[in-house]
């Protein structure tokens, strides 16, 4: 494998860590449940909801419903139209959305759940000595003391010494 990385330039070794990121994890576990999920709306639709239609219509089992077009040509099959496959595709369609809407609504509400409690823990008070720091930086910036790299440079030291965590964010 070491050999096989040097003579592509690192393509192996850059795409190992682009496959290991959690993101891509992440996916991978998303494709796999979807996949169950899918399974289990499919054997609902087939096998809970459209039985019970298919009664009230009158005993009618949807994967049978069909209309048989007969063909033009001698001697061919007739062509058939499944229309209670189709009803049932569409059902489970209606299914999915659904449950995506309700968990999209879910993490939506989640969402700005969270960004309520990050504004409520926002508002912090800077200290004094903040303050008139970053007075002098500004004055010292206006009178051109400081070139556009040391007003950064000045910037970067008061918010990783004087500032807690949450502050710098801000």
């Known amino acids: 494998m070491s050999k096989l990385c040097t003579c592509c330039g690192g393509f192996c070794k850059e795409f190992k ?30 096998d809970i909801i459209t039985p019970p239609f298919g009664f009230l219509i009158g005993g009618v089992d949807f994967v049978n419903l069909t209309i048989q077009i007969n063909n033009f040509y001698a001697n061919s099959t007739p062509v058939v139209i499944r229309y209670g496959r189709f009803i049932q595709a569409l059902i489970y369609l209606v299914l999915v959305a659904f449950v995506i809407f309700l968990l999209m609504k879910l993490i939506n509400k989640l969402h700005n759940l969270a960004k309520k409690n990050k504004q409520e823990k926002g508002e912090i008070q800077v200290t004094e000595e903040v303050k008139v720091l970053r007075e002098i930086r500004d004055i010292l910036a206006e009178n051109g003391k400081l070139t556009n790299a040391e007003h950064i440079d000045i910037r970067k030291q008061i918010s990783t010494t004087y500032l807690t965590p949450i502050e710098r964010i801000h």
């Open 17 to 46: 860590q682009f496959v290991l990121r959690g993101s891509i994890i992440d996916l991978a576990i998303g494709i796999i449940i979807g996949g169950a999920f899918t399974k289990v709306v499919e054997s609902l639709v087939n």
